[in-house]
Every structure is written in structure tokens, then in C-alpha cells.
């Protein structure tokens, strides 16, 4: 069985940020915020592209299991990546704006076309998924 490949790293998320995404620098900025006060985790680069704020041991029914961020976002190219376990639990996906959803990730352009506190109440319920996981 492979090791997964996504580690928490060393790297500096600010220098990250600053060199990879600086036209999204402000956003990933104010994401690194809210993440952090809301899970009273720092950010850490989790491999060479994913800021992650704690971790959690995950196992599948096929026996793989790993440590990842417990959430998470990149800010890609043309979109952020926004990892949240069970982000539709909630039943907020709807609510959260102009988005684009994935099998287990959130796409958006800029965060002003979220709403923020529904952000926040989406982080709240993967971090109680992920709580919850871990038993």
C-alpha cells in the first residue's frame, strides 16, 4: 500500500502564498485568518500546494489510512480549492455563493464571492467531522 503523498511540510505558508498566488495573496491571507481563529490550529503547507490547519488520522474500509489536514485551501491558478470534510452536512453549500463543487473540494474565484459567516459555519462542521472521525 502507497504512503500518501500529502505530508505536512516545513515550508513557510506565507512564503507560499506570496510566491505562488500573489494576485490572491489579500484572500489567502483573510482565509489563513478565519481558518486559524476558528480552529485554533496555525496554518501549516501540507505538500507543495495545500494549507492545512491541523490533522487527523483517517482510515478507509479497505484498510488505507493516513494523517491530513483536518481543513484546508489552495489557492490555485484560476480558483481556490477549499478542502472541507462532509461539506454538505450542513445542508450550507447552497448558501455559500458563487461556487463550484467537487467530490471533495469547493471551487471559488475570489473570497468576496462568498458568505463569510456561512464559511465559517461550513469550517465548523468538517472540523466536528473530523473531531468525530478520530472517535
Same mark, same amino acid.
Given at each position: ?69 483536518? *481543513?484546508? +485551501? $489552495?489557492?490555485?491558478? !484560476?480558483?481556490?480549492?477549499?478542502? &472541507?470534510?462532509?461539506?454538505?452536512? #450542513?445542508? %450550507? ?12 473540494? *469547493?471551487? +471559488? $474565484?475570489?473570497?468576496? !464571492?462568498?458568505?463569510?459567516?456561512? &464559511?465559517?459555519?461550513?469550517?465548523? #462542521?468538517? %472540523? ?8
Amino acid at each position: 500500500m502507497s504512503d500518501n503523498k500529502t505530508k505536512a511540510t516545513h515550508e513557510s505558508v506565507a512564503a507560499f502564498i506570496s510566491k505562488s498566488a500573489p494576485e490572491k495573496a489579500a484572500d489567502s491571507f483573510k482565509l489563513v485568518e478565519i481558518m486559524e481563529r476558528i480552529s485554533g490550529e496555525k496554518a501549516v503547507m501540507w505538500g507543495p500546494s495545500i494549507i492545512g490547519f491541523g490533522s487527523y488520522h483517517y482510515r478507509y474500509e479497505s484498510g488505507r489510512e493516513g494523517d491530513m489536514c483536518r *481543513i484546508g +485551501f $489552495s489557492p490555485r491558478k !484560476d480558483k481556490f480549492s477549499l478542502y &472541507l470534510m462532509n461539506f454538505d452536512d #450542513a445542508g %450550507l453549500t447552497e448558501q455559500l455563493g458563487k461556487i463550484k463543487k467537487g467530490s471533495s473540494c *469547493i471551487y +471559488f $474565484s475570489k473570497l468576496s !464571492d462568498l458568505d463569510i459567516n456561512i &464559511l465559517e459555519k461550513m469550517i465548523r #462542521a468538517s %472540523l466536528d467531522a473530523t473531531r468525530k472521525k478520530q472517535g
